[in-house]
């Protein structure tokens, strides 16, 4: 199959739709990474995404909608204790880089949802996304538009690098404003918890928690999830995720980083933009840091090595996709 690349106009999102009407699937931006589109009550493109990506079956996938009227063909209603903090947050952060489990409507297929009782949905920003929803006709199911395990996709060539011959098409869209994927939260449990770290912070979201007369947020930690033999609660979070080819090393400082490059070579280093140099270090960022570590590989870096000082350290969701592009399994 070749993968078509469009830019963005009405008459592509119209072609785009189509093609998604016809079963296919379609990556496209979204303002945190690009995404891999099939619709969500067409069960068999959904089931496509995962063969495309190299996904496992056991992780579910995110709902995108385009309007909360949406919510009612994939969501059964919230609880009425949990209801009002949704619309607060909703009205907070939606759309934009935020994913809330709800209640799954029966008529979603279970292979969504790897065959939870929960569905993550998520209103994107992004002027394409949500044309490209609404021109669907219903919701779109959409993980991230790389090969399983390999960096996220921050630019439509990204996208093509993973998937071209395996998807239909690309809505090309230039570099996401973001750069890191949407914070993942559960409201539905006694504590709410966020269950992947992104843009939107911890104290973004407690300041809505408290005013709606909830305790603050708490962390899942993956031993949490884990540990007991119920299924995990973001099943994603479990495997090796974000990493490239080359081998990722952290250091404390910019000199300890040389040190290493210097034992690793060719090694490329990453560091706070304030270090960058353009030549032999390079921009360390959430909207920098998945491109950057594509770009180890495309350039024949062995070694990249990430400056991880207080600073960067004090980035809670930077630092979850550092270590995880970091972990050896
Ligand atoms: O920013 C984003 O969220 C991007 C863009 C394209 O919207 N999407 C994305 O999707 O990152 P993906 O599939 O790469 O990551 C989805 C995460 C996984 O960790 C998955 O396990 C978790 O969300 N997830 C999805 N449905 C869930 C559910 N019902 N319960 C718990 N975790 C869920
Ligand atoms: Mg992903």
Redesign the pocket.
């Known amino acids: 199959m070749d993968t078509q690349r469009f830019s963005y106009n009405k008459q592509s999102i119209q072609e785009a739709a189509q093609l998604l009407r016809s079963g296919e699937l379609v990556a496209f931006p ?7 589109g099939a619709r969500v009550f067409d069960e068999s493109a959904v089931r496509r995404i995962f063969v495309a990506k190299g ?1 496992p079956s056991d ?4 709902v ?1 909608c385009a309007e909360k009227a949406d919510l009612m063909r994939v969501s059964e209603p919230l609880p009425s204790n949990r209801k009002q903090l949704f619309d607060a947050l909703y009205e907070a952060f939606c759309p934009g ?1 935020l ?1 809330v ?1 709800l209640p ?1 409507h029966s008529s979603v297929p279970n292979v ?3 065959g ?1 009782n ?3 949905i ?1 209103f ?1 920003a992004h002027p394409i ?1 949500q044309a490209l929803i609404r021109a669907a006709g219903e919701p779109l199911v ?5 090969r399983s395990g390999y960096p ?1 996709p921050t630019t439509a060539q990204h996208v093509l690098h993973d998937l071209s011959g395996r998807i239909a098409a690309v809505i090309d869209g230039g570099a996401c404003a ?1 750069g ?3 914070t ?1 939260v ?1 409201i539905l449990t006694e504590s709410l918890t966020i ?2 770290p ?1 843009s939107i912070t911890k104290e973004q979201l407690d300041k809505t928690a408290l005013e709606q007369g909830f305790q603050p947020f708490v962390y899942a930690s993956g031993k949490e999830s884990g540990e007991n033999n119920a299924a ?6 479990k495997y090796r995720h974000y990493a490239p080819n080359a081998t990722v090393l952290l250091a404390s400082s910019l000199e300890e980083a040389s040190l290493l490059a210097t034992t690793n070579s060719p090694a490329l280093i990453l560091a706070r933009p304030e270090y960058a140099d353009g030549a032999t270090v390079h921009e360390l960022s959430e909207q920098s840091l998945y491109g950057a570590l594509r770009k180890a590989d495309s350039e024949g870096f062995q070694t990249v090595i990430l400056v991880c000082d207080s600073e960067v350290q004090n980035n809670i969701a930077l630092m979850n996709r550092i270590s995880k592009a970091a972990s050896e399994q």
């Open positions: 979204t303002e945190t990474v690009y995404g891999l996904r992780n579910p996938l995110i995108h880089a994913t489990l799954k969504v949802t790897a939870l929960t569905v993550a998520r994107p996304a959409a993980p991230s538009a790389n996220s973001v890191i994927e949407s993942v559960n269950l992947r992104g995990p609660l973001s099943p994603g979070m």
